[in-house]
């Protein structure tokens, strides 16, 4: 069973950038497709951008590409999400999330595990 725990949210002001990290345990995600995912209060959790467990594809929401990148280091069992530009609508508390398959699929319902997330608010 695979546990996910992300960190580096916090509170920023507009245009600045900020560094998620996505640390995994009790197994290896080498290659597992590993996805960002987001949800701002009254809203609907959504894709943010993903990494194929290779990561030599990516793939990214409209409102982020351009803004926000993710790697992964499979030796150390991580994935990153960086993100610069920040806007307040990227306010959200930002989740990782593992899909056993190793291509990126956009659709939270493909993804099998789940970290508690880590609020990333941005002021204007």
């Known amino acids: 069973q695979v546990q996910l725990v992300e960190s580096g949210g916090g509170l920023v002001q507009a245009g600045d950038s900020l560094r998620l990290s996505c640390a995994a345990s009790?197994?290896?995600?080498?290659?597992?497709?590993m996805g960002w995912f987001r949800q701002a209060p009254a809203k609907e959790r959504e894709f943010v951008g993903g990494?194929?467990?290779?990561?030599?594809?990516?793939k990214y929401a409209d409102s982020v590409k351009g803004r926000f990148t993710i790697a992964r280091d499979n030796r150390k069992n991580m994935v990153y999400l960086h993100m610069s530009s920040l806007k307040p609508e990227d306010t959200a508390v930002y989740y990782c999330?593992?899909?056993?398959?190793?291509?990126?699929?956009?659709?939270?319902?493909?993804?099998?595990?789940w970290g508690h997330g880590t609020q990333v608010t941005v002021s204007s």
């Open positions: 999330a593992a899909d056993r398959l190793p291509s990126v699929i956009p659709d939270l319902r493909a993804y099998d595990y």
């Open positions: 009790g197994g290896t995600i080498s290659t597992y497709a």
């Open positions: 990494i194929n467990g290779s990561g030599s594809t990516t």
